[in-house]
């Protein structure tokens, strides 16, 4: 290999681990000291990806248990307000049917006082 072919495989290399440091900083900026690096250099494990996935399914999993748990209230919410929405359409009946004979009384005693004699 000629040495101009060694010295830009050399720069290559540096510029390749700046980059990789400066990578490595920027991750450890974003997720803290959750990053100890990108790879390992023993054996190229990636720790950042087996963290990340241990994590996401973590989450996954409390976000799942959270969204089972507001189904279920909303579900029983849900039946209550049906419940409360059938008392209220009773009642809503009762009330119609008072206010009916409540006219009807009205109408019969408005015909009574009007057909009644004067002296009344």
């Known amino acids: 290999m000629s040495q101009k072919n060694t010295i830009a495989k050399e ?17 450890q ?15 190229g494990a ?3 990806l087996r963290r990340t996935q241990a ?25 209550e307000l049906r419940a409360a929405n059938e008392e209220l359409l009773v009642l809503n009946e009762e009330l119609e049917a ?8 009205r109408a019969r005693y408005r015909a009574l006082f009007e057909l009644a004699p004067n002296g009344y």
Request: hydrophobic letters at 40%; a negative charge.
């Open 98 to 105: 008072a206010r009916m004979t409540i006219e009807q009384e």
């Open 11 to 27: 720069t290559e290399l540096e510029e390749l681990v700046r980059r990789l440091a400066e990578t490595e900083a920027a991750l």
């Open 46 to 48: 990636p720790i950042l």
């Open 29 to 43: 900026g974003l997720l803290g000291s959750h990053v100890d690096a990108v790879l390992n250099p023993l054996d």
């Open 55 to 79: 994590e996401l399914l973590r989450q996954h999993d409390e976000l799942e248990q959270k969204v089972e748990e507001r189904t279920a209230a909303l579900q029983r919410a849900n039946k």
